[in-house]
T-cell receptor, first 111, second 112 residues
Framework: EAGVAQSPRYKIIEKRQSVAFWCNPI?????LYWYQQILGQGPKLLIQ????????DSQLPKDRFSAERLKGVDSTLKIQPAKLEDSAVYLC?????????FGEGSWLTVV | QQQVKQSPQSLIVQKGGISIINCAYE??????FPWYQQFPGKGPALLIA?????SEKKEGRFTISFNKSAKQFSLHIMDSQPGDSATYFC???????????FGSGTKLNVKP
């Protein structure tokens, strides 16, 4: 069974630029999550989708972050404009019921 | 409000020793408690998990102990090895909507 796929793995951008991350969840997993993980901290939920509907986006900085999950499968997380404090790993995860499974993450450095 | 509190923040154990990481939760509406292991540069990987109707679950050298009345659960790593050196996260899943709450993580260093 293929795992959660994410791209790109690494991205360096200047502040005020934009960036987009893509995620392909495990086949059949209805729930998709985007987490932000700052070095040395636990994952922080940004947005959770159930199929293509949003379940929770309460911690998503909506003035600069957006996410969509078209057709209830792949998802894209966009940051525009980026700030220095957005430097983090962006983890995509998916679940059916029970545990969530993470991708390898997309590492963002904002300079 | 932090739903899941994890301790210690870091832990150093000698090879062959027992590593113990503790978590406490505040909300009773959780029905699943997984532990994740994360190596540098990798995403968290599911290690072991327990449901609240069970007090203990063992898989190899890894054991979860669960105390429902105290709202606490812990991870025990027996015969700790240098390869176990990683960051460990506990988590709790709410009944509704598959929402997970993560602890802040414990960085384990097993010395040879």
């Amino acid at each position: 069974e293929a795992g959660v796929a994410q791209s790109p793995r690494y991205k360096i951008i200047e502040k005020r630029q934009s960036v987009a991350f893509w995620c392909n969840p495990i086949s059949g997993h209805a729930t998709l999550y985007w987490y932000q993980q700052i070095l040395g901290q636990g994952p922080k939920l940004l947005i959770q989708f159930q199929n293509n509907g949003v379940v929770d986006d309460s911690q998503l900085p909506k003035d600069r972050f957006s996410a969509e999950r078209l057709k209830g499968v792949d998802s894209t997380l966009k940051i525009q404009p980026a700030k220095l404090e957005d430097s983090a790993v962006y983890l995509c995860a998916s679940s059916l019921q029970g545990p969530i499974y993470f991708g390898e993450g997309s590492w963002l450095t904002v300079v | 409000q932090q739903q899941v509190k994890q301790s210690p923040q870091s832990l150093i154990v000698q090879k062959g020793g027992i590593s113990i990481i503790n978590c406490a939760y505040e909300n009773t509406a959780f029905d699943y408690f997984p532990w994740y292991q994360q190596f540098p540069g990798k995403g968290p990987a599911l290690l072991i998990a327990i449901r609240p109707d069970v007090s203990e679950k063992k898989e190899g050298r890894f054991t979860i102990s669960f105390n429902k009345s105290a709202k606490q659960f812990s991870l025990h790593i027996m015969d700790s090895q240098p390869g176990d050196s990683a960051t460990y996260f506990c988590a709790a899943k709410g009944y509704n909507f598959n929402k997970f709450y993560f602890g802040s993580g414990t960085k384990l260093n097993v010395k040879p």
